[in-house]
């Protein structure tokens, strides 16, 4: 943010002797407002303490202040750097002076003040208002000043503008402060007079608070009904999040992160840091080049230049860059330590926008030539000939999804330790996904199987977390440096906001939608711009995965679609809740409204028009949505909303000039991922298909354990899994041990292991079922020689003995104890052939995918397709833009339902996420780069009085392709987007406005009403 | 600021246990209660008192325990989740949360209960609008909330059939 | 994340409390609930070299109404206001305590700390405008009162001294016919206002407008107040369009800077709906109607 001020006052004092005053830092720095203490560091340069006071935050400044020009008697310019409050600043003053013709001085100032950081964020719109308010106090008081007879002027001190200062000072006016007594006092101090004493009762309040506490925490639970494995630990207190852990002498870890979105780092001064108390070692970029290998970069154009370590080095890309690591045996000592760490920049233009990211006047990433890390075109049947046929072109100028996080509750976090006794690296971490194995392996030339990699409870992610390796990298790197002791990082919610949680935004350029005389969309053409932050990370991978979903939910077959990614000086992206998809399907859903509108098709007949029909279908891109029905799905929604009486509330209100809009949101949630189009951003890249492994065995004791790969953070594997193999065993869930959280060394992971892209009920659990199987074979084949029953066919049960397998229809059995004990301590008794078995069966599950066709961008990219409609009913208040949510209801369709109780809560849960996003979350950057949400309480993230009561309704369409029938579905509530913008667009359609953005807030929805823009955002062409 | 760090002698009774320690000032309530004395249950989820994971209850009312020192809290009686149970038995309030599935990742969940406990302490048959005022300061990013309301209910319930 | 750190002092009266304030001068804080300090310091945002606890202070928590004279201890919690028996005679204190932040910080944030603070989007200073209040204030010198319009000069800055602290805060129940009403419109609960409104009318004669206060928040440096719009609404039969024209007024005089909760022109469009809630609220409150006040959230 940059302030500019200047002016020009008169003073009797001849020019000379102003100017004197003017270039002596000694002189001059005291009139400075709210002046402190200086210190003279060379005969230019002072160090001045001034107090600052900004937005809800005050403190003190530290600038240096050098004379830069001092041209005698005519010009004195100072230039200060200093930080403040997190952030840095650089502020100029420049006096030029002029001799009057009455023997005075004219001085002419400029002041120019240039600031970047938290500050931003956090004083939110106060900064400029202080910095006018300063210049108009100052002004005020050079005109009275300036008046002859007028009294001097005397402000209270706090007011003091330092020009009053000099003014004053120059005119040999008593100063301010002797000026400004403190007002009279009106009575006289007595400590206790005039005060009702009356702490009892405030005691006595919470006395009573803490009896009726007390007492209800002595009534006891009529039964022990419990709703999931996990949830015993957890609401007892009891999980292990990563801040949980505490290995004895671990040290903690904490960063100097950029105030700037681009500069140069000039110099790094770690001196006072190291020095400082429980101080243990100070990292830098500079340190970290020489000894580790940039971060493998997942695609193959210009990305694959991109130098990323964890630690910038030389310079840093976006504001909350990390720059310095401090490590020290208290987690305040290193926040203090890391205050003491100067770091000097030179900063440089910033790319905030995919407008200027095109242009390319600056680049990001300077080797890379081009701030485009990666650009393809999709093109599929005859777009060019559609267009051509078609009965109407509807032209729409650019759209926009905006930039948000799913900002889980827990930040990123890791405890590491790297100890050659114990193997090699420890993560106790919360990232999801075995891809930061192989990320931290290459950057430190360290073997996968010397990385261990555990989780355990883990405070949500919804795909954030992925991103949380530069930083284990890093603790990894400063634990080596420590020899050895564990070191733990926590990332703080401001450091989250800036640099953990932003999902990618993108711009939708020159869309032009083709449709027949029906109104059935026959082809669409457009460009799509991501914008990914400064690195790209898991990128461009998100830059592909839309394609899984290129015709959303619709029948067209003509498509062309010119999609690039680039990358700009803001937070990098991290995978976030509907990764990709939810924006491409919020884009189709609003070219399928905009269309709807112009051609005076009402939005559900449209959407039936042109929903596809039959399953499972294949797209132009050779992806099959498996099974649904999009129609009886959205009738289904009607009902449930009663689509009808609020069509007539809508009319009515409509005559008393009130604003309701009615909106439908269709999605697919594709699930299970086939890596195979990774080759589509980088035709080496080694990756195809899906592989994710699980482990049955029977213990020593007889009990039954499962160890799947996935990293749960909320998705209730642990109930899941139980449920499932308790069915295939039949026994009771309770019986079954689930491991918790995920671990390297137990051998359940292959490369694309995670909790990700909505996949769980499909891979994970053809994994525990293909292991279930493999362990009932052996157990059959165990029973039928224990039991002398060769040939027999068997059933499982629970007997008077426990688990036990039974010669179907007869008593004779055995138990699992048994049967475990054949294996493990009797093994003398086993028979030479059947000694191979050992009751611990590892089962990998592989879906059904093809190789991609890279040069047709061809294939099935996806496995099973969960759907659901959202629809919602607003009312926005014409003079303030405040949209109010009148109704919403929800069909969705996820395939066979294995557990009701969790589908819920996963659909409850992506829709708030989603309400959130459209309502109340963005994260806006100013021109210089500055977030200005850098903090929950600016950012706003989604509480429950925002949430409205929603009515569900289910369909169940099996998936064809999965074992059991099931769909993965974690993410298709993200449909709140679509269906809000769908809402706002038609309550405000007949007032000329087409919804431009994704964020719809009251203040978009304002600014909406107050410019209306469909003239010039769309043009529809007919032909008669 | 002096050169030798400050500490203060605090005695802060946690879950019916009286904690005598000496702590440096700025050190935050949440902290003395996660470090001090070691009860992980209770949660940091941000920095600028909005989230509430780190809510407990001192002398009858729900706090923030990260936006308060602990010699704030000398001689105060604090409740956290790790004291809702009674002899290993679950509260009714924590098991209408898991049968109602008002947790997912478990990691909002001890400072919702803490907060809940107040309000059916206050008031045993809460509407909705009772929940969802009280709940107003506690951030969940998993369930959408429908759930916890739909478990505060059930509690409330439970305790006056109770 | 965790505050520099800080020498901490639990002076036991407040004679002691303003004697260390005085003698660690201005790089030393009064601390009483914390509620808008302590994030601040975990920003490390300010360092203060000292910090007093205040918050145990004898003789400043209480509430009392004496024949209409209200006197509130600066250390009074919101929540405890809220839940006054004030609320039933000045409601409008209701709308204020109960819609401050969330429960959590109701009960810690005090009255007196709110008001010193001098936050623009803090609701008090807004409020106690409505209600002409008085800040009693006592220092090295003695004690002295202070009318809230004068106590607080310019956002985050009052009259107090840097040993001087904010005691009780005295006002007047407005009369029988007397309504008021206060809205703030908000993200949500935590989240600070984006815009609040106060309004506290007096009618007499049915709907003849007799004495009126008029208060915008999170509208400016300071709580806004417009004599003129006032003028317009006294002496008159309230319409519509009269309380239109002193909406327009007093937003007139509004400058709302624009931040992540919205944009200028956005908070004056909010105000002025907020205006006329408010209006009709504190209408009809005036007529004895018992009306429960809630926050707007967006």
């Known amino acids: 943010m940059e302030m500019k001020f200047k002016g020009s006052f008169k003073v009797s004092l001849p020019r000379a002797e102003v100017f004197e005053v003017l270039c002596d830092p000694q002189k001059f720095a005291p009139m400075l407002p709210t002046f402190r203490s200086m210190e003279m560091k060379d005969e230019r340069t002072a160090n001045v303490r001034i107090k600052v006071g900004v937005g809800r935050i005050r403190g003190t400044a530290s600038t240096d202040l050098t004379l830069e020009e001092s041209e005698p008697p005519l010009r004195a310019h100072y230039v200060g750097r200093g930080k403040v409050m997190q952030s840095a600043y650089q502020i100029s003053y420049t006096f030029d002076l002029e001799d009057t013709p009455d023997g005075g001085t004219q001085i002419n100032w400029a002041s120019d003040t240039e600031l970047a950081g938290k500050i931003l964020s956090l004083a939110g719109g106060g900064l400029k208002g202080y910095a006018e308010k300063e210049i108009n106090k100052l002004i005020l008081s050079v005109q009275q000043g300036m008046t002859p007879g007028a009294p001097p002027v005397i402000l209270p001190p706090e007011h003091v503008g330092w020009l009053t200062r000099l003014l004053n000072w120059l005119r040999g ?437 042109n929903y596809i029909r039959e399953f499972p279908y294949e797209t132009p891109n050779g992806c099959v949505y498996d099974s649904g029905d999009f129609v009886l799905m959205l009738e289904q929604a009607k009902d449930l909303l009663g689509w009808d009486q ?153 007997g008077e003995m426990g688990p036990e397998v039974r010669v179907k229809g007869s008593d004779r059995c055995i138990n699992f104890w048994m049967l475990s004990n054949l294996v493990n301590a009797n093994s003398a008794q086993l028979p030479e052939e059947l000694r191979s078995l050992d009751l611990n069966c590892r089962y990998t599950y592989r879906p059904p995918f093809d190789p991609v066709d890279l040069d047709k961008k061809f294939g099935n990219l996806t496995l099973t397709y969960a759907m659901q409609t959202h629809l919602s009913v607003v009312e926005i208040d014409p003079d303030t833009g405040r949209v109010q949510i009148l109704d919403y209801a929800i069909v969705d369709d996820c395939g066979k339902v294995i557990n009701p109780m969790v589908v819920d809560g996963q659909v409850q849960g992506a829709t708030a996420h989603s309400l959130g996003a459209v309502l109340l979350e963005n994260m806006p950057y100013d021109d210089s780069g500055n977030l200005l949400t850098g903090s929950f309480t600016d950012y706003a993230p989604i509480t429950i009085n925002n949430i409205p009561k929603i009515k569900f309704g289910h369909r169940e369409s099996p998936s064809p392709f999965s074992y059991n029938g099931a769909k993965g579905m974690g993410e298709g509530g993200g449909a709140a987007l679509h269906s809000i913008a769908s809402a706002v667009q038609d309550a405000l359609f007949a007032k000329g406005v087409i919804v431009r953005n994704s964020h719809c807030s009251s203040n978009a929805v304002f600014d909406m009403l107050q410019q209306p823009n469909r003239e010039g955002m769309v043009q529809v062409e007919s032909r008669s | ?28 309530l949440v902290e003395f209660i996660r470090e001090e004395i070691n009860l992980t249950g209770t949660h940091i989820g941000c920095d600028t008192s909005y989230c509430g994971a780190c809510t407990v209850i001192l002398d009858g009312n729900a706090v923030k325990s990260c936006t308060l020192f602990a010699v704030q809290a000398d001689g105060g009686e604090i409740l956290t989740v790790e004291g809702l149970e009674k002899e290993g038995e679950l509260h009714p309030l924590q098991q209408a949360f898991s049968t109602e599935h008002g947790l997912q990742c478990g990691y909002c969940t001890p400072g919702m209960l803490m907060s809940s406990l107040v309000l059916l302490a206050e008031k045993p048959e809460p509407e909705d609008k009772d929940i969802r005022k009280c709940l107003s300061g506690n951030l969940c990013r998993c369930t959408g909330y429908q759930n916890i309301i739909n478990a505060v209910q059930t509690a409330a319930k439970d305790l006056r059939e109770a | 994340m965790y505050p520099a750190p800080f020498c901490y002092h639990r002076p036991g009266s407040l004679k002691e409390a303003v004697g260390l304030l005085s003698e660690l001068g201005e790089a030393a804080k009064p601390l009483a609930g914390g509620q808008s300090l302590i994030p601040i310091l975990k920003l490390r945002m300010d360092e203060p070299s000292d910090l007093v606890d205040i918050s145990r202070l004898p003789g400043l928590h209480f509430m009392q109404n004496d024949d209409g004279n209200v006197r509130i201890g600066a250390l009074s919690t919101h929540a405890l206001i809220g839940r006054s028996d004030l609320v039933g005679a000045v409601p409008i204190l209701g709308d204020c305590a109960n819609g401050i932040a969330d429960p959590q910080v109701r009960a810690r944030g005090t009255i007196g700390g709110s008001v010193s603070s001098a936050d623009p989007s ?177």
């Open chain 2, 1 to 28: 600021m002096s050169e030798q760090i400050q500490r203060i002698p605090v005695e802060i009774t946690v879950n019916g246990t009286c904690y005598k320690r000496e702590v440096e000032p700025r050190m935050l």
């Open chain 1, 646 to 798: 609020w069509q007539q509330k809508k009319e009515e209100a409509k005559q008393q000039g009130r604003l309701i809009g009615i909106g439908i949101g269709t999605t697919l949630d594709s699930g299970t991922n086939n890596f195979g189009q990774s080759i589509i951003v980088n035709p080496e890249s080694p990756f195809s298909g899906n592989a994710v492994p699980a482990i049955a065995k029977l213990d020593i004791d007889g009990s039954v354990s499962v160890t799947v790969g996935s990293f749960p953070h909320g998705q209730s594997h642990e109930t899941v899994v139980a449920q499932v193999v308790a069915e295939e065993l039949s026994l009771i869930p309770d019986m079954v041990n689930v491991a918790i959280g995920f671990d390297t060394e137990r051998n359940v992971h292959t490369g694309q292991n995670g909790t990700y892209a909505s996949q769980f009920a499909v891979t994970g659990l053809s994994a525990v079922h293909g292991a279930v199987e493999l362990l009932k074979a052996e157990l059959k084949t165990l029973a039928a020689f224990a039991l002398d029953a060769v040939g027999e066919e068997f059933e499982f049960g629970i």
């Open chain 3, 122 to 298: 803090c609701d008090w200073p807004t409020l106690l405008h409505t209600l002409d209040a008085v800040i009693v204030c006592h220092g090295k010198a003695g004690v002295r009162t202070v009318p809230i319009r004068e106590f607080i000069r310019d956002s985050y800055t009052t009259v107090l001294d840097d040993a001087e602290l904010v005691t009780e805060i005295r006002f007047k129940v407005p009369p029988a016919n007397s309504g008021g009403a206060y809205i703030g419109f908000k993200k949500s609960a935590p989240a600070y206002p984006t815009a609040a409104v106060g309004i506290q009318l007096t009618l007499a004669d049915g709907d003849v407008c007799q004495q009126v206060r008029l208060a915008l928040g999170a509208a400016g440096p300071r709580p806004v107040t417009s004599d003129e719009a006032e003028n317009l609404l006294r002496g008159k039969v309230l319409t519509s369009e009269l309380l239109k024209q002193a909406a327009e007024a007093i937003v007139e005089a509004s400058d709302p800077p624009a931040d992540a909760r919205g944009s200028s022109d956005f908070k004056r469009a909010v105000l002025r709906s907020l205006f006329m809630q408010a209006a009709d609220r504190a209408i009809e409150r005036a007529a004895g109607t018992q009306i429960m006040g809630n926050h707007e959230y967006v």
């Open chain 1, 173 to 609: 006016e008593p100063k301010v402060e002797q000026a400004a007594e403190p007002t009279a006092p009106q009575e006289t101090f007595q400590a206790s007079e005039g005060l009702a004493a009356q702490p009892d009762d405030v005691l006595q309040e919470q006395q009573e608070a803490r009896d009726r506490i007390s007492s209800i925490l002595q009534v006891t639970r009529k039964d022990k009904a419990m709703g999931r494995k996990e949830d015993s630990r957890l609401v007892r207190g009891r999980g292990l999040f990563v801040d949980d852990y505490k290995p004895a002498a671990t040290h903690h870890m904490a960063l100097v992160r950029s105030p700037y979105a681009h500069a140069k780092i000039l110099k790094i001064d770690t001196t006072a840091a190291e020095a400082a108390p429980g101080v243990m070692c100070v990292l830098t970029g500079e340190e970290l080049a020489g000894q580790i290998q940039p971060f493998l970069q997942i695609g193959a154009q210009a990305c694959a230049l991109i130098e990323d370590y964890p630690l910038a080095v030389g310079t840093v890309r976006y504001q909350g860059d990390p720059v310095v690591a401090v490590v020290a045996e208290t987690l305040s000592l290193a926040q203090d330590a890391v205050q003491l760490v100067d770091v000097e920049y030179e900063t440089l233009d910033v790319v905030i926008n995919c407008e200027q990211a095109l242009e390319g006047k600056t680049l990001v990433h300077e080797q890379m030539g081009t701030n485009v890390d990666w650009q393809g075109v999709y093109e599929y049947g005859d777009v060019d000939a559609a267009f051509a046929e078609a009965a109407h072109v509807v032209k729409i100028d650019k759209l926009h999804f905006h930039r948000f996080g799913s900002t889980a509750v827990e930040p990123n976090a890791v405890v590491a330790t790297w100890n050659d006794a114990l193997g090699g690296i420890d993560f106790l971490s919360n990232t999801h996904m075995t891809i930061p194995i192989t990320m931290v392996s290459l950057a430190l030339g360290v073997s996968a199987d010397r990385i261990r990699l555990r989780t355990v409870d883990i405070g949500g992610s919804f795909g954030n977390k992925i991103g949380n390796y530069p930083y284990m990298t890093l603790a990894a790197i400063a634990s080596r440096k420590l020899g050895g002791r564990p070191v733990k990082w926590i990332e703080t919610r401001s450091e989250h906001m800036q640099a953990g949680t932003q999902g990618s935004e993108r711009s939708y350029f020159d869309t032009e939608v083709a449709l027949d005389r029906d109104g059935v969309i026959t082809a669409l053409r457009s460009r799509h711009v991501d914008d990914c932050g400064a690195y790209t990370r898991y990128e461009p991978l998100g830059a592909v995965i839309w394609a899984q979903v290129l015709p959303a939910a619709y029948k067209l077959r003509n498509i062309r679609i010119d999609f690039s990614q680039e990358v700009t000086n803001k937070g990098p992206a991290a995978p976030n809740r509907g990764y990709s998809r939810l924006p491409h399907m919020w884009f189709m859903e609003r070219v399928v409204d905009i269309c709807a509108l112009e051609l005076g098709i009402p939005a559900d007949e449209m959407r039936v028009r």
